[in-house]
């Protein structure tokens, strides 16, 4: 009995802290492209590194994700 209240309790604070968890502002800064993925791609990598690992050995290629590309400068005065 101890050990399933133990799991519960476990599996509980799990899901608090997955669903609790700020999300990254820059966790889609790159995207990997190519004809397999389309435009603008598989836009999760945070890191251009973390994008040419997953696209290495294939025929696909990695870009800047094209909202920060295309994203409107502000002033701040």
Same mark, same amino acid.
């Given at each position: 009995?101890?050990?399933?209240?133990?799991?519960?309790?476990?599996?509980?604070?799990?899901?608090?802290?997955?669903?609790?968890?700020?999300?990254?502002?820059?966790?889609?800064?790159?995207?990997?492209?190519?004809?397999?993925?389309? #435009?603008?791609?598989?836009? +999760?990598?945070?890191? #251009? +590194?973390?994008?040419?690992?997953?696209?290495?050995?294939?025929?696909? #290629?990695?870009?800047?994700?094209?909202?920060?590309?295309?994203?409107?400068?502000?002033? #701040?005065?």
């Amino acid at each position: 009995m101890r050990h399933t209240i133990l799991t519960l309790a476990s599996f509980a604070a799990l899901l608090a802290a997955t669903f609790s968890a700020p999300a990254h502002a820059a966790s889609d800064r790159y995207c990997l492209q190519g004809r397999t993925w389309g #435009y603008p791609g598989n836009c +999760q990598f945070a890191s #251009y +590194q973390q994008c040419l690992a997953t696209a290495s050995g294939t025929s696909s #290629y990695c870009g800047i994700n094209p909202r920060y590309a295309f994203a409107q400068q502000r002033d #701040y005065y």
